[in-house]
């Protein structure tokens, strides 16, 4: 595993995973609901983890996620996570929602658990009804030592996505070694405010529950809700963390002296992995970073880098290696955010674009060189505030079209 240390009490562990952490193991199976790939995971931790989740915003939530939500909310803990691939087990009625709950009541029966300690999520087509014998077939299959494979979890949560996303950091807690892990999928219908993403999350860290959920909404809103690939915001996301208290460490709360320590690796791996999925967007050959400056409040910047990462004429422009700074500028005049035009100041990568409401000359062949890196960043200073946030995204590129033209078939 690569391995980086952040001021001396982060290390990071970018091959890391879900099982990095004390208790955990994972794995994949292949069980029909997709034609080859693996179709089928699951995260199970040894003793019931205390638990939190954010949810799509979007107002019609598939089946896996009202099961979902019902369950943790009975003791704020679970055990084990199962997630199909392939198929969304979205709008399928009641029928769905008895899919889910019999996915759920499947797989604890194979772990000799209670049915709510199972979370249960799906990916994949809107709209079909999974197909459950195969299903429960691969369910029962699924605890056998050979699917028990992290790296078989890892590609069996994943649709259109190119790579696996995956992440691990270690931090030290009352002298305890605390380790966070992290798996994600997601590559097109991603916009913030969660999309087509699921992320899973797994600590040993001994932390309660109202805490946990304190820190993960905080971390989402800084991490999985500053990316976009397309503006579509689905059906199904969600991001789940486990944590087991098998580290040892005392109770971490918001009053604990390494409160912070905590949620700054929660930040790392999240950050990473959403980072993973921006660059990951379907038909992408570009990560774009949009760095907000001097804004009023927290609200505004990210605004700015939302509307500047979500705007098609920019993520074009990006693919085509095209400097036309117009179009970043156009975008924080619609972000609704009250920007002083003379004040602004934009530039793209290195090179200053524009300042005091008017063009700054630059060499277009050297912008140009630079747009054909594989990371692109875009700096914009408001001059109004201190705020500041980083938002993700991608370009657009033909290849989107073609994928999603043709996502069912």
Not at 269 to 283: F, P, T, Y
Request: some cysteine.
């Amino acid at each position: 595993m690569i391995q980086a240390t952040f001021s001396n009490k982060i290390v990071v562990l970018e091959e890391g995973s879900v099982t990095i952490p004390k208790g955990y193991k994972a794995g994949g199976i292949h069980c029909g609901v997709k034609k080859k790939k693996l179709d089928l995971g699951f995260i199970v931790s040894e003793v019931p983890a205390t638990a939190a989740g954010v949810y799509t915003t979007n107002i019609f939530q598939a089946a896996p996620l009202i099961v979902t939500q019902e369950s943790i909310a009975k003791e704020n803990k679970i055990q084990a996570i199962l997630v199909n691939s392939g198929n969304a087990n979205a709008c399928t009625g009641e029928q769905g929602l008895l899919d889910a709950f019999e996915m759920q009541k499947s797989f604890a029966a194979e772990l000799g658990i209670k049915d709510h300690l199972v979370a249960v999520t799906s990916t994949g087509v809107i709209g079909e009804l999974l197909p459950m014998e195969k299903i429960n077939t691969g369910i029962k299959q699924i605890l056998q030592p050979e699917y028990e494979i992290e790296a078989n979890f890892k590609q069996a949560i994943l649709t259109t996505d190119l790579c696996t996303k995956q992440m691990a950091v270690q931090i030290k807690i009352d002298g305890k070694t605390v380790s966070i892990g992290g798996a994600a999928k997601g590559s097109g219908m991603i916009h913030p405010n969660m999309a087509t993403m699921l992320g899973f999350v797994t600590t040993d860290a001994n932390i309660a529950h109202e805490d946990l959920l304190f820190a993960l909404k905080d971390v989402t809103n800084k991490t999985f809700n500053m990316i976009t690939v397309d503006g579509d915001t689905s059906t199904n996301d969600m991001v789940l963390v486990m944590a087991n208290g098998l580290a040892e460490n005392e109770m971490l709360t918001k009053d604990h002296p390494d409160w912070n320590l905590f949620v700054d690796g929660l930040k790392i791996v999240c950050e990473s992995l959403a980072k993973k999925i921006a660059r990951d967007g379907e038909g992408a050959t570009k990560l774009i970073e949009v760095q907000v400056n001097g804004a009023d409040n927290l609200e505004a910047a990210r605004a700015v880098g939302k509307s500047i990462i979500s705007s098609n004429l920019v993520k074009t422009a990006i693919f085509g290696t095209d400097a036309n700074w117009g179009r970043i500028v156009t975008a924080i005049g619609y972000s609704g955010v009250a920007v002083e035009p003379y004040a602004l100041e934009v530039a793209i990568g290195p090179y200053p674009v524009f300042a005091n409401g008017l063009p700054i000359p630059f060499d277009e062949a050297e912008v140009k060189e630079y747009l054909e890196l594989d990371t692109i960043k875009i700096i914009v200073d408001l001059h109004q505030g201190e705020s500041t946030v980083t938002a993700y995204g991608c370009d657009l590129t033909y290849d989107y079209i073609k994928i999603n033209a043709s996502y069912r078939t």
